[in-house]
């Protein structure tokens, strides 16, 4: 029986994707093969023993200590696009409450609540609204910054809206750069997109480079009266400059998926509840496509869409099945390979990744895999995980 922890609340369609013959699937899990989370921080947790791998169903993995998982082996994975159209129509609806007054002007019409006499109601709607009047989307400019599976949804949206869109990211892959419209006008750095946009809008990961990169400086190149939109992670800005930006008039809003105790007080700030994925369909996707890369994991040592491991898959035929890690360095394979032929042990099929510091190796032989070779191969300099699949 193999066993998954969760955390948070993982949709049923995902949960369900473990068959109950062969897997137990709940929090309580104490010896866990693998974890199956949300936002659930695990920095200042201790794993147990038992596990192999740690499945984040959606895109950022900065509540996961990745580098400290990979030097104990363990595979931490990602669903990347699974929840990429729930963020981009939040994009939208932030737009254009942030343009029109909506909230604002919602408040107004509840506040109205005691008038019974329809007349007084009208005359207040109708004096009312001129406080709430707005912009409109139309040939204003917006700018993305990150065009990954997000950034590019948001960007496309965007034109259809008739802005016209700018977008920055210096690290774009081929892949993501397929999904993007070839009017999407490319900046050649942070500062030149944010000088040109009425809106800005953020869709990258929070990592070293990216950790407070809005902040005084970057600021000071933001047009005049410009709306900040952040539905990546509250530590991509910094939150002291972007309240100033706002008692200032430099940014005309602030929308954010992350809300603190400053900028709930804050009355230029737009705020959710880290709203950006929960949907029905973005919960679904991201569990059913995390549940599934651990299945695969498990059952026969593929890895999709990991962040710290190769990618590498081989069909199971015939034979038993070896996975093994170790550090990249010349020589492991051959050894290992060596260790066999040594015990007379046939390799049928072996597929070997590397990925920065980390080799992989999935290898099917001709004989039953006993402790005693995990145990020898586990041996091997450099090899740092090994498993009987
Ligand atoms: N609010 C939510 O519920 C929610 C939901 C999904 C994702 N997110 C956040 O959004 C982020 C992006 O998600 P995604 O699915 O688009 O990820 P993604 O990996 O597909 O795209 C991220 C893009 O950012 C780019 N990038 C990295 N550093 C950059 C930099 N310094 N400047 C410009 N671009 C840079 C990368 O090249 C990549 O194309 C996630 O990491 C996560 O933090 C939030
Ligand atoms: O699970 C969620 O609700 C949020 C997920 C989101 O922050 C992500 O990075 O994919």
Redesign the pocket.
Known sequence: MKKIRTYNNIADKGLNQFPTQTYQASSDQQTPDAILLRSHKLHNETLPKSVLAVARA?????NIPVNDYTQQGIVVFNT??A??N??KE?VMASLLLSARGITQSMNYVKSLIDITDDNERHQKVEAGKKQFGGFELQDKTLGV????????KVANMALSLGMKVIG??????VE?AWQLSSQVTKADN?NSLLARSDYVTL?????E??IG?INQESLTSVKEGATLIN???GELVNETDVIHALDTGKLNAYVA??PTANLIKHDKAILFP?????TAE?EENCAVMAANQLIDFLENGNIKNSVNFPTINMERTQGDRITFANDNVPKVLGEVLNLLADLNINVIDLVNKSRDDIAYTILDIDQTVTPELIDKIAQVEHVFHVRAV
């Open positions: 959606g895109a950022g993995v900065n990347p696009g929840n990429a729930a963020v939040l910054v990150g065009l990954g599976a997000i950034g590019a920055y990211d210096p690290k774009l892959s993501a942070l869709h990258v990961p929070a990592v480079s990216t990169f539905l990546a992670r998926d992350f880290h709203l950006g994925a929960s973005a």
